[in-house]
């Protein structure tokens, strides 16, 4: 396929103020099509990520500029100041269970570079031709490199914030969707697991219902709501929590089959949000009962069935993303990230659940 000259930029990543803090030294450098390409199936994108450190970096690569393998949003996109729907997938995503396979790791002094094929992931066709804006996503978590320390830390990953200026391109002519595959129909024949996601759906519209009781009777300025959304209306939180609580979709599929082949290592679920159908990986089926927060598992685990579903719903009821894992990371995200956050509601609830049930 033949592009244009490319046009490149490069930004530094900073580590975001938080917990987990720790000084780094990436740099990457986002290129694409200079100009102008008459498709949207030559919006090839190439991102370079180089560690000019001493020291290897360990980075989470869901969900970031890192992940050219899932259909996930490496990138947001804008035509004239105005976004452009995502259409692929949003996970949940275990970090005790994810192995090597979900971390890229880059050599100190070298560089990892990876291909993006946008064409699938954004609703061009609704935007029409014209100038479409690429600002990657630039907020990473990273984890120890050292053996030793990787089992004690894999829920308590570093999370690191990048600035980056954008890239625009035009597209001059085909802005028509490329959708993504499917590998599978979107069905379950278990009846063991769909009586399992009925449980969890019950369960996570139940843990929306008593969280949104919880911040409207405790207010703005009780501790937990301040810990997980900081000066942020309550109203903003309600409205997601009570959309969830409400759901009552006749048409959304909620599977136990990987149609989309988006089950990778620590992958518990996804959400595709073209259709806003849940899929449920194996993984998932090895989650607990809300009532487990009272004894055999704590909230920091993030292993509760109605807590995922519950993450799930909100990409798809409410159009929140996946900014970053972990209920002590969520929690030093600002204000305009938690409540985009779909983790946050996650750990918020569940939180909510062991400090008034238990």
């Known amino acids: 396929m033949f592009f244009a000259p490319l046009a490149t930029l490069v930004f530094i990543v900073t580590a975001l103020a938080g917990p987990y803090k720790r000084a780094n030294s990436l740099s990457v450098a986002l290129s694409g099509p200079s100009g102008s390409v008459n498709s949207v199936a030559d919006l090839s994108l190439t991102a370079t990520v180089t560690n000019n450190g001493a020291e290897d970096i360990k980075v989470l690569k869901y969900g970031t500029i890192l992940d050219a393998d899932l259909p996930t949003r490496s990138f947001t996109v804008t035509r004239n100041g105005t976004a452009?729907?995502?259409?692929?997938i949003k996970m949940s995503v275990s970090l005790s269970d994810a192995d090597d396979s979900a971390y890229t790791t880059i050599p100190a002094g070298q560089s990892v570079t990876v291909v993006h094929d946008v064409s699938a992931l954004f609703d061009f066709a609704s935007a029409g031709p014209g100038p479409f804006t690429f600002e990657p996503v630039t907020t990473f978590q990273s984890a120890p490199t050292d053996q030793d320390q990787q089992i004690s830390a894999r829920s308590q990953l570093v999370v690191l914030e990048a600035l980056a200026n954008p890239l625009t391109i035009a597209v001059t002519g085909d802005v028509v969707n490329h959708q993504l595959t499917r590998r599978a129909r979107?069905?379950?024949?278990?009846?063991?697991?769909?009586?399992?996601?009925?449980?969890s759906y019950t369960e996570a519209k139940s843990l929306a219902s008593l969280s949104s009781s919880y911040v409207s009777s405790r207010?703005?300025?009780?501790?937990?709501?301040?810990?997980?959304?900081?000066?942020?209306?309550?109203?903003?939180?309600?409205?997601?929590?009570?959309?969830?609580?409400?759901?009552?979709?006749?048409?959304?599929?909620?599977?136990?089959?990987?149609?989309?082949?988006?089950?990778s290592s620590g992958v518990i679920a996804y959400t595709v949000i073209s259709t806003t159908n849940i899929y449920f990986c194996s993984l998932f089926f090895n989650e607990v009962t809300t009532s487990r927060l009272c004894s055999g598992t704590t909230v920091a685990s993030r292993n509760i069935r109605g807590g995922t579903t519950l993450h799930e719903m909100t990409h798809a009821v409410a159009g929140t993303d996946d900014i970053i894992y972990g209920c002590a990371s969520d929690q030093a995200l600002s204000d305009a990230n938690s409540i985009q956050n779909a983790d946050n509601f996650n750990c918020f609830t569940t939180q909510v659940y062991a400090s008034t049930q238990c």
């Open 186 to 199: 979107d069905i379950c024949t278990s009846t063991s697991q769909k009586s399992f996601i009925d449980a």
């Open 219 to 263: 207010g703005a300025a009780d501790t937990l709501y301040r810990a997980y959304w900081g000066a942020t209306a309550t109203s903003r939180i309600t409205s997601v929590l009570n959309a969830v609580a409400s759901e009552s979709s006749t048409s959304r599929t909620l599977s136990c089959v990987d149609s989309f082949g988006a089950c």
């Open 84 to 88: 452009v729907p995502f259409i692929g």
